[in-house]
C-alpha cells in the first residue's frame, strides 16, 4: 500500500505508526492472505519476443527485484520520504555501495572521523587504492566544514550521532555548506531510523540504514538500505545495476515482518536505554556516558532540535581499571552478551577503543569505553547485571 492510496483511504497524512503497520502489503495481489510472500527465484518468463527484447513488464531477472523486495523498497522509501529505496546484501554493503557510487578517481571526499571503523577501512584501503582521498573531519566541525572543501571534494559522508562516541553533527548547517559548494551529503542514519530523523528532509541527498539492526530487531538478517532524493537517484541507479547488487529474498521477508513492530520497539528501546544510561550516570565508576538523549549529555541541545526519539545504543566511559577487572565484569554478565551488531530484542556491551581517532584529541586510553545496546528485557533486571557486574570490578 502506498502513501497516496493511505491518503485517499483515511482523507490526511498516515502517521508513522499506520505507516509502518500497512506498508509493504498488498492482500489483494496475495489472494487476501495480508503478507507478502517469499518470492525467491533467478529466471522470470516473458510472454512475448517483444517483452523480452524491450523489457516489457515489472520483473525481469532475480537480481533485478522480485515482488518481496519490491515491497520493502517502495516500504522504506516512504518512510524515509525519498524517491527510491535500494536494497544491499549488508549495512557495510549499503555504506561502501553509496560511497563508491558518487565517488570516482581523482576525487576527494570528507568523512566525519567518528565514522564506523570498517568504513574507515574501506576508505583507507580500497579508495585510496582507486584514487580518491579521504579527509577526516572533526564531527563537532558544524558549518566550519566549508573550509574543508575543495575544488574536487565530491561528497560529505555524515554519521550522527558517531559510532561509538556518539557525537551529534549540526546536520543542516553541514548541508548548507555541501549545497553551496555542490556537493552530496551521505548520511548513516541506523541509530535513529527514518522514525526518529529523516535527512532528506534535512537536506540529506543519501540516507543509509542497516536494516540488520532495527528494522528487522531479531539478530537473524543481513540487509542494508540506501534511500535517495531526486537529485541522487540517477546517479545511485546506474552504479546499483552496473554493479549487480541485491538482497535475499529471505531477508526481505523478515524486514517486512520486522517493519509491523519496529514502532512500540524503538519506543521501548528508547526508554529502557535512558533508564540504564541515567542509572549509571549516578555510578561513582563510571566518568561520563555517551547518550545525546541523555539530558546534560554532550550533543543533547542538537538531539532535542533535531531528533523525535533515540534508540537503545549508547556508550560508557569508566574511570581508569585495570583490563583484568574489566574482564571480572563483563565475563560474567547474564544478561548483557558480548557480540557485535545490534538493534535486536538483545542486550548487548562491547568494550571499544578510541584512541586512534584524531578528534577529539583528549580520547584517552586510560579509560575503559563500553558501547551498550538496551534490548527488550526488564531494566530492573539488567540494572541488577550491570550492578553485579560493577560489584565484581571494584572487587578486583
Known amino acids: 500500500m502506498s502513501i497516496k492510496s493511505f491518503k485517499d483511504r483515511i482523507g490526511r497524512?498516515?502517521?508513522?505508526?499506520?505507516?509502518?503497520?500497512?506498508?509493504?502489503?498488498?492482500?489483494?495481489?496475495?489472494?487476501?492472505?495480508?503478507?507478502?510472500?517469499?518470492?525467491?527465484?533467478?529466471t522470470v518468463l516473458f510472454p512475448t519476443l517483444e517483452a523480452i527484447t524491450e523489457y516489457k513488464q515489472e520483473f525481469t531477472y532475480g537480481r533485478r527485484g522480485t515482488p518481496t523486495t519490491r515491497e520493502v523498497e517502495e516500504a522504506v522509501a516512504a518512510l524515509e520520504n525519498g524517491?527510491?529505496?535500494?536494497?544491499?546484501?549488508?549495512?557495510?554493503?549499503?555504506?561502501?555501495?553509496?560511497?563508491?557510487?558518487?565517488?570516482?578517481?581523482?576525487?576527494?571526499?570528507?568523512?566525519?572521523?567518528?565514522?564506523?571503523?570498517?568504513?574507515?577501512?574501506?576508505?583507507?584501503?580500497?579508495?585510496?587504492?582507486?584514487?580518491?582521498?579521504?579527509?577526516?573531519?572533526?564531527?563537532?566541525?558544524?558549518?566550519?566544514?566549508?573550509?574543508?572543501?575543495r575544488p574536487n571534494t565530491r561528497l560529505i559522508f555524515t554519521e550522527s550521532p558517531g559510532s561509538n562516541?556518539?557525537?551529534?553533527?549540526?546536520?543542516?548547517?553541514?548541508?548548507?555548506?555541501?549545497?553551496?559548494?555542490?556537493?552530496?551529503?551521505?548520511?548513516?542514519?541506523?541509530?535513529?531510523?527514518?522514525?526518529?530523523?529523516?535527512?532528506?528532509?534535512?537536506?540529506?541527498?543519501?540516507?543509509?540504514?542497516?536494516?540488520?539492526?532495527?528494522?528487522?530487531?531479531?539478530?537473524?538478517?543481513?540487509?542494508?538500505?540506501?534511500?535517495?532524493?531526486?537529485?541522487?537517484?540517477?546517479?545511485?541507479?546506474?552504479?546499483?545495476?552496473?554493479?549487480?547488487?541485491c538482497a535475499s529474498p529471505e531477508d526481505c521477508f523478515l524486514a517486512l515482518r520486522g517493519m509491523r513492530t519496529m514502532g512500540v520497539r524503538l519506543e521501548r528501546h528508547w526508554q529502557s536505554g535512558l533508564t540504564v544510561a541515567e542509572w549509571l550516570s549516578q555510578r561513582p565508576e563510571v566518568a561520563r556516558v555517551l547518550h545525546p538523549a541523555l539530558p546534560g549529555a554532550d550533543g543533547h541541545d542538537l538531539w532535542r532540535r533535531d531528533y523525535t526519539g533515540a534508540s537503545g545504543l549508547f556508550g560508557v566511559v569508566l574511570k581508569p581499571v585495570?583490563?583484568?577487572?574489566?574482564?571480572?565484569?563483563?565475563?560474567?554478565?547474564?544478561?548483557?552478551?558480548?557480540?557485535y551488531s545490534w538493534g535486536g530484542y538483545e542486550s548487548l556491551v562491547v568494550p571499544f577503543n578510541c584512541t586512534a581517532r584524531k578528534y577529539p584529541p583528549s580520547w584517552s586510553g586510560d579509560s575503559p569505553a563500553l558501547r551498550l545496546h538496551v534490548g527488550l528485557e526488564d531494566t530492573g533486571?539488567?540494572?541488577?547485571?550491570?550492578?553485579?557486574?560493577?560489584?565484581?570490578?571494584?572487587?578486583?
Open 13 to 42: 497524512e498516515p502517521a508513522p505508526a499506520t505507516q509502518l503497520a500497512n506498508l509493504g502489503r498488498h492482500p489483494e495481489r496475495q489472494h487476501g492472505f495480508v503478507n507478502t510472500p517469499i518470492y525467491r527465484g533467478s
Open 83 to 149: 524517491r527510491r529505496t535500494f536494497l544491499t546484501p549488508s549495512g557495510y554493503a549499503a555504506v561502501t555501495s553509496a560511497i563508491l557510487a558518487f565517488s570516482s578517481p581523482g576525487d576527494h571526499i570528507l568523512v566525519v572521523d567518528s565514522v564506523y571503523n570498517p568504513a574507515r577501512r574501506f576508505c583507507d584501503a580500497v579508495l585510496a587504492r582507486l584514487g580518491v582521498e579521504t579527509t577526516y573531519y572533526d564531527p563537532l566541525i558544524g558549518a566550519g566544514i566549508g573550509a574543508l572543501i
Open 165 to 245: 562516541t556518539f557525537e551529534m553533527q549540526d546536520i543542516p548547517a553541514i548541508v548548507a555548506a555541501a549545497r553551496a559548494h555542490g556537493v552530496f551529503v551521505l548520511m548513516d542514519n541506523t541509530w535513529a531510523t527514518p522514525l526518529f530523523f529523516r535527512p532528506l528532509d534535512h537536506g540529506v541527498d543519501v540516507s543509509i540504514q542497516s536494516g540488520t539492526k532495527y528494522l528487522t530487531g531479531h539478530a537473524d538478517t543481513m540487509l542494508g538500505l540506501i534511500t535517495t532524493n531526486d537529485r541522487a537517484t540517477s546517479m545511485m541507479e546506474a552504479f546499483y545495476d552496473n554493479f549487480g547488487l
Open 322 to 339: 585495570s583490563r583484568a577487572a574489566l574482564a571480572k565484569m563483563l565475563d560474567h554478565l547474564t544478561l548483557f552478551g558480548m557480540g
Open 381 to 396: 533486571d539488567l540494572i541488577a547485571d550491570l550492578e553485579a557486574g560493577l560489584a565484581r570490578l571494584n572487587a578486583a
